[in-house]
């Protein structure tokens, strides 16, 4: 169900960007606003809080950010809240981001490795990926997990490339034990 809210909210959002022609205004200003939100718990939980009426919410909103977001996004701020959709506030926004990467031809991947790459081998596998995708630029991030033990697991999307060697011997394990002696 979140899911279905956070698209119905984020399509919404990101049809309203590219019909004002404000797609990079409003990504920029998104997520500034993401930033501000996990810095301040407190005001998440006002928003939620069941005691205080609608209109409360939204004039605190107002008084927050008015003069500080665009007209467009404090609008849609107020839409959220008087919808009772503040809960799945993260999640729209996420999408947001996501779908305005995706129209602008950004890819997002996460390297795990079992060792920190060098900068070389970085920007080797960045150019790889541009190479073998459709994506104009790479968003990457970077993670060492050491029970890989080797190789590296590549995840873009919902697409996961995984060389790892603990993969690897996991699969042999598993095909050694089909093996009837």
């Known amino acids: ?39 301040n718990e407190d005001f998440g ?4 809080h069941p005691k205080i009426i609608k209109e409360e919410k939204i004039q605190v909103a107002e008084n927050v950010f008015r003069g500080r977001i665009s007209k467009e996004l404090l609008g849609f701020l107020t839409i959220i809240i008087s919808k009772d959709r503040y809960k799945e506030m993260d999640e729209i926004l996420a999408y947001f981001v996501a779908e305005v990467k995706k129209y602008k031809g950004i890819g997002i991947a996460t390297v795990t490795t079992a060792v920190p790459l060098k900068e070389e081998q970085r920007r080797k596998i960045e150019q790889k990926l541009l190479d073998t995708t459709e994506y104009k630029s790479m968003e990457m991030h970077y993670k060492v997990d050491a029970a890989l033990i080797g190789g590296m697991v590549i995840r873009i999307g919902d697409r996961v490339v995984d060389s790892s060697i603990s993969t690897k011997l996991n699969e042999l394990q598993r095909e050694l034990l089909k093996v009837q002696i």
């Open 1 to 39: 169900m979140a899911k279905l809210i956070s698209k119905t909210y984020g399509d919404a959002l990101f049809e309203l960007a590219v019909e004002e022609n404000k797609i990079d205004v409003l990504l920029e200003e998104i997520e500034q606003l993401q930033d501000i939100l996990k810095q």
């Open 45 to 48: 939980k006002l928003m939620n």
